[in-house]
Each structure stands twice: as structure tokens, then as C-alpha cells.
């Protein structure tokens, strides 16, 4: 089977097998990660992206006040997917949503009161679940894995990209 990879620091000896585990493993890693988040998601009665966003505005709004960009930047996805959500939240009465009174075409996101006691009631059993998830590491690991899961997502965002071109061109060819 041809290698799937060209760098030669993330072969050994040639081979890709070490690369392609990372990869499986990644990808088993993301997934029960997702599993995790939709079942937090489930006790407070959300869906899983519904529960990252809602948590993502109450972290982000510590600093300043949070707006749909901010929100779709910091979880990695679209401003429409997170709008769509925002929405449904606003709704459920867990996100109180007004004019940016600096820009009146955006919008300001903040969870409310009934959110924030949800939060503190799941806190419980996110916490336990969040401990065992990282027991295997010790504090110098968990931050560079922190630094690597960051430059990864960068990574990922770039090879998306570069996908997009070559499957055009793929098909420009055809």
C-alpha cells in the first residue's frame, strides 16, 4: 500500500503505519469526545452542539461581551450553524439575545439565569467525567496537548481547503 504521508518526520523508517494509528486514534478520541459532549448535552436536556455553544458563550462572556463570531470562532464552526443554535436557546429561554448597541447589525449573546443554574447543576457530572477523560496525563502533558490539539485544528482547517482545490481540479480533469 502506497504511503500516505510525505514528511519524513512523520514516517519511521519509511513507513506510515505510525501515522495512520495517530490518526485512528484521533479519530476515536473525537468521536467518544462527541459522544461525551451529546450525553452532558442529554442531562440538561440539549443536544450536544447546543450544550458546546451554550457553555462557549458563558466562558467567552467572562471576558466581554460575546457575539455569534466569537462563538463559531472559538468552536470551530460556521456563524450560520451557530445562529441556527443560538436561536433554539433563545427560545428554550437559556440565551438572551440583543442589538450590539457599538454595531446594530450584530447581536450579543449571553446566557441567562436559568442557563447559568443548569450549568452549575451539570457541573456534578462533567466534572468526574472531564477528570477521567485526562487522568493518563500529568500537568506538562495536558498543556502540550493543548498546544497541539490547537495547531492541529489550524492544520485541519488548511488541509480542508487545499482538498476543496484538488477535488476541483479532480473533476476539472474528468
Known amino acids: 500500500m502506497p504511503v500516505t504521508i510525505s514528511r519524513p518526520e512523520l514516517l519511521q523508517d519509511g513507513d506510515d503505519a505510525p501515522f495512520r494509528q ?24 440539549l443536544s450536544g ?3 458546546s455553544i451554550l457553555i462557549a458563550i458563558e466562558h467567552l462572556s467572562k471576558d466581554a461581551d460575546v457575539g ?3 462563538v463559531s ?17 433563545v427560545k428554550a429561554g437559556l440565551v438572551d439575545k440583543f442589538a450590539n448597541p457599538e454595531d446594530g447589525r450584530r ?3 449571553e446566557v441567562t439565569d436559568k442557563a447559568r443554574a443548569l450549568l452549575a ?3 456534578e457530572t462533567q466534572r468526574p467525567v472531564n477528570d477521567a477523560i485526562f487522568a493518563g496525563l500529568d500537568p506538562d502533558e495536558f498543556r502540550a496537548f493543548a498546544k497541539i ?4 485544528v489550524s492544520g485541519t482547517e488548511e ?11 479532480r473533476r476539472s480533469r474528468a
Open 22 to 45: 495517530m490518526i485512528h486514534d484521533a479519530l476515536g478520541f473525537g468521536t467518544r469526545l462527541l459522544e461525551i459532549r451529546n450525553r452532558l448535552g442529554e442531562v440538561i436536556g
Open 49 to 51: 452542539p447546543a450544550f
Open 68 to 70: 455569534i463570531s466569537q
Open 73 to 89: 470562532d472559538h468552536l470551530h464552526q460556521s456563524g450560520a450553524f451557530v445562529t441556527l443554535e443560538v436561536a433554539k436557546l
Open 107 to 109: 447581536v450579543i449573546v
Open 121 to 123: 447543576e451539570l457541573a
Open 149 to 152: 490539539a490547537a495547531k492541529l
Open 159 to 169: 488541509s480542508l481547503a487545499l482538498l476543496r482545490y484538488l477535488a476541483e481540479q
